[in-house]
T-cell receptor
Framework: EAGVTQFPSHSVIEKGQTVTLRCDPI?????LYWYRRVMGKEIKFLLH????????ESGMPNNRFLAERTGGTYSTLKVQPAELEDSGVYFC????????????????FGPGTRLTVL | LAKTTQPISMDSYEGQEVNITCSHN???????ITWYQQFPSQGPRFIIQ???TKVTNEVASLFIPADRKSSTLSLPRVSLSDTAVYYC????????????FGTGTSLTVIP
């Protein structure tokens, strides 16, 4: 079974440009999460989708970040316009969710996208 | 929001058992405790998850006392390939909201 995949693995852009990160969750996983780690800091939660709906986006840093999950499958995270402080590694994770009928749920992470804003 | 505290780093010799403790004093009733392993340039990899008492799988054991304010990840007989950062994650997997990653523990296994 394929794991969580993210594209691109690395992106280098200039300040003011737009970048779109993509995450493909494990097939059948209803829950999708975005996290990021800024240099030297902890991994922080950004937002959580249940299927195509945003369950919690309280971790999104500001309105320059827009996350979507079309049809409850893959998700994109767009940063527009990018600023220097947006540099870091963006992780995506997915989990089965309540529909799986499990008592607890486990998040599986992708390899991350390293974003560098110059 | 349950915040976690772990030792920043640990060293161990090959073949020894390693125990990494995580403090989560504000854990909520519905929160589970999940441990992840992360190698450089990779995403966190699931190790083990538990709610209370003891959980064991093929790679690790997780000990959770009755008050659930802490948990201990036990890695039996570590090898050089276990050198990584280990994170304790506390949250409610049934809502999936606001999982909190701590600073992690950097484990170095010495030959």
């Amino acid at each position: 079974e394929a794991g969580v995949t993210q594209f691109p693995s690395h992106s280098v852009i200039e300040k003011g440009q737009t970048v779109t990160l993509r995450c493909d969750p494990i097939s059948g996983h209803d829950n999708l999460y975005w996290y990021r780690r800024v240099m030297g800091k902890e991994i922080k939660f950004l937002l959580h989708f249940v299927k195509e709906s945003k369950q919690d986006e309280s971790g999104m840093p500001n309105n320059r970040f827009l996350a979507e999950r079309t049809g409850g499958t893959y998700s994109t995270l767009k940063v527009q316009p990018a600023e220097l402080e947006d540099s870091g590694v963006y992780f995506c994770a997915s989990s089965v969710g309540l529909a799986g009928g499990l008592v607890s749920d486990t998040q599986y992470f992708g390899p991350g996208t390293r974003l560098t804003v110059l | 929001l349950a915040k976690t505290t772990q030792p920043i780093s640990m060293d161990s010799y090959e073949g020894q058992e390693v125990n990494i403790t995580c403090s989560h004093n504000n854990i909520a009733t519905n929160d589970y405790i999940t441990w992840y392993q992360q190698f450089p340039s990779q995403g966190p990899r699931f190790i083990i998850q538990g709610y209370k008492t003891k959980v064991t799988n093929e790679v690790a054991s997780l000990f959770i006392p009755a008050d659930r304010k802490s948990s201990t990840l036990s890695l039996p007989r570590v090898s050089l390939s276990d050198t990584a950062v280990y994170y304790c994650l506390v949250g409610d997997p049934n809502t999936g909201n606001q999982f909190y990653f701590g600073t992690g523990t950097s484990l170095t296994v010495i030959p």
